[in-house]
């Protein structure tokens, strides 16, 4: 990993959360949930804390419907 000044460190750390965000409206939890992670741990975005825990609700409330409603895509 390449050592970044803290601007470039806040920048980087915004751009993996704004990458989170688009993995989660194109509809790919798991690669949001990468992108947030790290945000967080590489960059310490604290936003980026928050929204693991958004997330990995989203996956549990998609695992539900998936198994009350197999087959269906919602």
Known sequence: MI???GDN???AGR??????VA???SGNL???LEW??????????KKARNYINII???????????????????
């Open 3 to 5: 050592a970044l000044s």
């Open 9 to 11: 460190r806040k920048a």
């Open 15 to 20: 751009a993996a959360f704004n990458m989170a």
């Open 23 to 25: 993995s989660e409206v």
């Open 30 to 32: 798991d690669l949001a």
């Open 36 to 45: 947030a992670t790290k945000s967080w741990n590489d960059y310490g975005n």
């Open 56 to 74: 990995k609700a989203r996956q549990n409330d998609a695992r539900k419907v998936d198994s009350q409603m197999p087959g269906k895509k919602v």
